[in-house]
């Protein structure tokens, strides 16, 4: 792909300064990769694009993948703390995408589950990314989507295990 002013700064690892070495390309497209996505919010296309934010996306889908769970469940698979679900929900469940049930073993516990509403919601905002995803790896075979998708998700847990691992202050190399 020629070089353009959109993707001029997204050098490969071959045009690395000399001696910087591939894990120094790697960090600068993390670096690039995290502000493409913030500038787009890789929030899709047409009319659903960025019309929901990445806190509110993940937690339906996480809702949505795994069922009712109650917010410290929530917060230990997403890898932050109970208040910052708290605080993120609340909206969710002041729109109706969100409902909180009583949960089934144990009547005083509060559960949280996406509601019909989130989940119709939700399938918009996916549907809308995924013509995104299609757009963006347009030209790619099944193999490099594949692929890419195995390793970005390997990358994204490697990353967490390690966050994970500082924050119980284990070691860091």
Known sequence: M????????LPTALDAPAG?????ALQHQ???FARRAEQTRLGGVGQARNSMDR???????RLDLEGPMGVKALAGGMGI??????????PLVDTGLVKRTSHPEDGRAVVLALSPRGLARLEEVRSSRRELMSRVTDGWTEEERESFTALLTRFNLSLSELMAAVAEGGPTS
């Open 2 to 9: 020629p070089s353009t002013p959109a993707n001029s700064d």
């Open 20 to 24: 910087a070495g591939l894990l120094d």
């Open 30 to 32: 993390v670096a690039v």
């Open 55 to 61: 806190a509110a996306y993940l937690l339906l889908n």
């Open 81 to 90: 703390d109970s208040s910052t679900v708290t605080r993120q929900v609340a």
